[in-house]
């Protein structure tokens, strides 16, 4: 295990008008920050100064300088995570704040657990009559995230579940009461973006991203009425077929 650290976040927070007023819409011809900048900083000097100095160009600026080839992706713990921990804390100090961790820095230490897992050649996928073989890297590749030696799914039911999603305001159900418990689920990423009025269109909504198909999955199939039923929405085709031997470890 290594002990690492992370650039503290600075949390800017924003005032809300009312529902019943209309939001107003943002400049997008000029650079120059927004008129109430300054008083969202709450009479904060350093900070007024900080919110004068976040331009388009000074911000496309930061962007480009941290995604550039010599940080070398900013991978935790990587000497271009800490060049980039380095270069933002810089840029801070540079618009007038002050660190807030211990002893007047900028970082604040915890540890980090890092896995290095290898994945098997081929994964075996079984139905009735025929069965399915994937090679690695070409047509897969697994995680399991869990701290052991070794993980397997061994002979396990998969059973696909659409985008896995559960949205009642948009009448959106890929589970349906279908018995998962023990089995393992396969389900798209995002969220559905093919109608502007469903999911936001394209707007990516915590619906599509991974947390919650992990969170809800769990929730489903700790729940599961051990019930058979249709595994996905009448937006997808159910499927279901037999997996052995995943074993990242």
């Known amino acids: 295990m290594k002990q690492l650290t992370i650039l503290a976040a600075i949390i800017v927070a924003t005032a809300l008008t009312a529902c019943s007023k209309p939001a107003a819409t943002p400049d997008t011809t000029t650079d120059q920050p927004p008129a109430g900048a300054a008083a969202m900083a709450g009479g904060n000097p350093a900070a007024e100064k900080a919110a ?37 804390a810089e840029q801070m100090a540079a618009l007038g704040l002050q660190p807030g961790a211990e002893d007047d820095t900028w970082e604040q230490p915890f540890d980090l657990v890092g896995i290095n897992a290898s994945q098997p050649e081929t994964w075996t996928f079984k139905a009735k009559d025929s069965s399915l073989v994937l090679k690695q890297w070409d047509q897969f590749i697994v995680g399991s995230g869990v701290q052991e030696e070794r993980a397997a799914i061994d002979d396990a039911e998969l059973v696909f579940v659409g985008y896995g999603i559960q949205a009642p305001e948009f009448d959106w159900d890929d589970y349906k009461g279908a018995d998962l418990k023990g089995k393992v689920l396969l389900m798209m990423n995002n969220d559905p973006d093919w109608d502007p009025e469903l999911f936001g269109g394209e707007t990516r909504l915590w619906y599509g991203r991974w947390d919650y198909k992990y969170l809800s999955a769990a929730h489903i199939r700790s729940r599961s009425s051990k019930r058979p039923g249709p595994a996905c929405s009448s937006s997808c085709r159910p499927a279901t077929s037999r997996a052995s031997r995943l074993t990242p470890g």
């Open 52 to 88: 004068q100095q976040i331009q388009g160009d000074y911000m496309r600026g930061i962007v480009a300088e941290i995604s550039d080839d010599r940080y070398e992706g900013r991978g935790p713990g990587t000497r271009g995570d800490v060049a980039a921990r380095k270069y933002l």
